[in-house]
């Protein structure tokens, strides 16, 4: 088994805990979110369903400094309002968040700059 293949693989699994975190996360925080009527609409815009996981775990992830930038730009209903997601959420809820969205970013980016790097030969 090469580097690749080797890497790859770390990566799949890292992806695959991802995936089963982002279930917990839609079932735990996300299901309590949607029956708020103060936070259901505030969980951005859902193009394919279960999107707003994604968006909700994003506003609870990212610093709030990015969250302001991207409440203030012409794009802001594609994004979850954070402000209000922080409010009603516990800390285990936001730690789970955090843990879920960083975990499929990172497998994500991983995967596809490992696929890049074979395509320009770097692994022989």
Known sequence: MNLFSQLL???SIF???????YI???QISV???????ETKDA???EFISGWDVIN????????RAWSRKLSHSPLSSLYANSEILHKHTTR???LLAALFYWL????????ITLVIFDGIGLFG
Request: no cysteine; proline share 5%; aromatic share 8%.
């Open 92 to 94: 285990f809820d936001r």
């Open 15 to 21: 992806m695959l805990l991802a995936l089963i975190l």
């Open 9 to 11: 693989a770390i990566s």
């Open 104 to 111: 499929f970013t990172l497998s994500g980016l991983s995967m």
């Open 31 to 37: 299901r309590k979110l949607r029956n708020n009527p």
């Open 24 to 26: 917990i996360f839609g």
């Open 56 to 63: 909700a775990a994003q506003a609870l992830s990212i610093p």
């Open 43 to 45: 969980l951005g815009i």
